[in-house]
């Protein structure tokens, strides 16, 4: 019977590891390949010109600039929309007056909990119309027509949010921090409602104010989902590439204005696309896949801490 088991076992594992070889490895090493060559992505005729995509990378100022605007979102994008969807789920599940059930969510948590999720419902394709008519530059715009309306623009010199090159990516930010915040909040609030009740009375029995429960007693025991939330959050900074080729300007998959939001997804597919340059454009996805790959790991390890046990 011991021996006996491996041959069911090989013979459950077998198609889902033909299947994951064959359509995520391979394509990954058919990339790679590729980017050794100078296959223009409209022919089967490529020459192997070796490491020479990659030097080419170093020395392209507009790749190092969607670099830089990844990182941009890399850092920021983690960082604030944590932050908020944990302020918030805190409030909703232990922020509200104690009564004689004890430590409790503030009155309506449920029905906030599905207006901040509702964001996520949302396809992409819906964010970019919502939010150009957020961003529009006329009167009808309603990020302008708020602040004609408060006197800090005129109509005639409206804020120009999208094409201002100092501005763009902070817009970017926003769309996506307030399209995954819901997500996250969700996410955290189903961590802190697993987390005993008893704990927090007896922190708050002991004199603890709520800030002092959030940092030494909440942020400690969600720390794997905090972990987990910017990995997936890390990714999502990495591969923007669907929000700002609609909402940026500029033709071919956006960027605009002059690359000042160019992210390397963008910038990779106008290359393999548009300008016949699929090898090029193959050695940035490598890029894409090393950088992604060794972030997480890096967070992953830079985070770590011992799992407290309740």
Same mark, same amino acid.
């Given at each position: 019977?011991?021996? *006996? %088991?491996?041959?069911?076992?090989?013979? =459950? @594992?077998?198609?889902?590891?033909?299947?994951?070889?064959? #359509?995520? /490895?391979? &394509?990954?090493?058919?990339?790679?390949?590729?980017?050794?060559?100078?296959?223009?992505?409209?022919?089967?005729?490529?020459?192997?010109?070796?490491?020479?995509?990659? *030097? %080419?990378?170093?020395?392209?100022?507009? =790749? @190092?600039?969607?670099?830089?605007?990844?990182?941009?979102? #890399?850092? /920021?994008? &983690?960082?604030?929309?944590?932050?908020?969807?944990?302020?918030?789920?805190?409030?909703?599940?232990?922020?509200?007056?104690?009564?004689?059930?004890?430590?409790?969510?503030?009155?309506?948590?449920?029905?906030?909990?599905?207006?901040?999720?509702?964001?996520?419902?949302?396809?992409?394709?819906? /964010?970019?119309?919502?939010?150009?008519?957020?961003?529009?530059?006329?009167?009808?715009?309603?990020?302008?027509?708020?602040?004609?309306?408060?006197?800090?623009?005129?109509?005639?010199?409206?804020?120009?949010?999208?094409?201002?090159?100092?501005?763009?990516?902070?817009?970017?930010?926003?769309?996506?921090?307030?399209?995954?915040?819901?997500?996250?909040?969700?996410?955290?609030?189903?961590?802190?409602?697993?987390?005993?009740?008893?704990?927090?009375?007896?922190?708050?029995?002991?004199?603890?104010?709520?800030?002092?429960?959030?940092?030494?007693?909440?942020?400690?025991?969600?720390?794997?989902?905090?972990?987990?939330?910017?990995?997936?959050?890390?990714?999502?900074?990495?591969?923007?590439?669907?929000?700002?080729?609609?909402?940026?300007?500029?033709?071919?998959?956006?960027?605009?204005?002059?690359?000042?939001?160019?992210?390397?997804?963008?910038?990779?597919?106008?290359?393999?696309?548009?300008?016949?340059?699929?090898?090029?454009?193959?050695?940035?996805?490598?890029?894409?896949?090393?950088?992604?790959?060794?972030?997480?790991?890096?967070?992953?390890?830079?985070?770590?801490?011992?799992?407290?046990?309740?």
């Amino acid at each position: 019977m011991r021996h *006996g %088991k491996y041959p069911f076992i090989v013979g =459950f @594992l077998f198609l889902p590891i033909v299947l994951y070889v064959g #359509l995520v /490895l391979w &394509p990954y090493a058919q990339t790679f390949g590729y980017s050794l060559t100078d296959w223009s992505g409209q022919s089967q005729e490529m020459n192997f010109v070796g490491l020479a995509n990659y *030097g %080419k990378l170093l020395d392209d100022q507009v =790749f @190092l600039g969607a670099l830089w605007h990844n990182l941009f979102l #890399l850092i /920021l994008l &983690p960082v604030v929309t944590i932050l908020i969807a944990l302020f918030f789920a805190f409030m909703l599940n232990v922020g509200g007056k104690g009564g004689t059930g004890g430590v409790q969510g503030v009155r309506g948590a449920g029905f906030y909990k599905v207006v901040f999720f509702f964001p996520q419902v949302l396809s992409i394709a819906i /964010l970019a119309v919502l939010w150009g008519a957020v961003y529009r530059t006329d009167g009808s715009g309603l990020a302008n027509g708020i602040l004609i309306k408060l006197g800090l623009a005129t109509e005639h010199d409206p804020v120009q949010w999208l094409s201002d090159p100092d501005m763009v990516m902070w817009c970017v930010l926003a769309v996506l921090v307030w399209a995954g915040v819901g997500f996250y909040l969700v996410l955290f609030s189903a961590a802190m409602q697993s987390i005993p009740k008893d704990i927090y009375e007896a922190a708050l029995l002991d004199g603890a104010k709520r800030g002092q429960t959030f940092f030494r007693i909440t942020l400690p025991l969600l720390w794997e989902t905090v972990q987990t939330a910017w990995v997936y959050l890390a990714i999502v900074a990495m591969d923007a590439f669907a929000l700002v080729s609609s909402i940026t300007p500029g033709a071919y998959f956006g960027g605009g204005p002059d690359h000042h939001s160019e992210l390397i997804s963008t910038y990779l597919m106008r290359g393999f696309l548009r300008n016949g340059q699929a090898g090029y454009a193959c050695a940035m996805g490598v890029v894409i896949f090393f950088f992604t790959l060794i972030l997480s790991v890096v967070s992953l390890w830079v985070t770590k801490r011992e799992k407290i046990e309740y």
